[in-house]
T-cell receptor, first 113, second 115 residues
């Protein structure tokens, strides 16, 4: 089945130690999104790629970076994780910028020690 | 900026009963889309139902239906014949070109289904 896959599902890192989260999709969608979701809160969009065009949200900290080497894969890099970055990170895709459904991955739960 | 408000942090319903989750939004645009997403505990978020603002007819998907009141900027979700598997966090979301093509989520309503 076509899907959005996130690896790992659980990630533990140390304060200040860089970490990379991975997202892949078999839907061949043009748009890929990264959201941060803290406990009992709504997802907050960090940035998204439309094809190779990167779109950063104005309030996304510089500590968060992203790469999309090809259509299928997108990575979230946290350069120096702080305790406040502990959260669920959700990857989502959509076919294009029109209001098509966004398909979400299962998320990666990040713990910062 | 668009805002989405879900005024019910938690709701509960008895199995087989009907429950309505509320959502209001604020926008100056006329063309937009509204969604209800479901996020079960420790599971991924899935789309429940979608409504295009230009459509007057309320969307329906099996046991899920919406009451879309465009003038009042209200978009409630009705779940009929509630099942244990309906227990989840439900997010109302808004989308338009004017929102820079991103979903704006409400804070969510946690639905508990009692057997």
């Amino acid at each position: 089945d076509a899907m959005v896959i996130q690896n790992p599902r659980y990630q533990v890192t140390q304060f200040g130690k860089p970490v990379t989260l991975s997202c892949s999709q078999t839907l061949n969608h043009n748009v890929m999104y990264w959201y941060q979701q803290k406990s009992s809160q709504a997802p907050k969009l960090l940035f998204h790629y439309y094809d190779k065009d990167f779109n950063n949200e104005a309030d996304t900290p510089d500590n968060f970076q992203s790469r999309r080497p090809n259509t299928s894969f997108c990575f979230l890099d946290i350069r120096s994780p702080g305790l406040g970055d502990a959260a669920m990170y959700l990857c989502a895709t959509s076919r294009d910028h029109r209001a098509n459904e966004q398909f979400f991955g299962p998320g990666t739960r990040l713990t910062v020690l | 900026a668009q805002t989405v408000t879900q005024s019910q942090p938690e709701m509960s319903v008895q199995e087989a009963e009907t429950v309505t989750l509320s959502c209001t939004y604020d926008t100056s645009e006329s063309d937009y889309y509204l969604f209800w997403y479901k996020q079960p505990p420790s599971r991924q978020m899935i789309l429940v139902i979608r409504q295009e603002a230009y459509k007057q007819q309320n969307a329906t998907e099996n046991r899920f239906s919406v009451n879309f009141q465009k003038a009042a900027k209200s978009f409630s979700l009705k779940i009929s014949d509630s099942q244990l598997g309906d227990a989840a966090m439900y997010f109302c979301a808004y989308y338009s070109g004017g929102s820079n093509y991103k979903l704006t989520f409400g804070k969510g309503t946690l639905l508990t289904v009692n057997p």
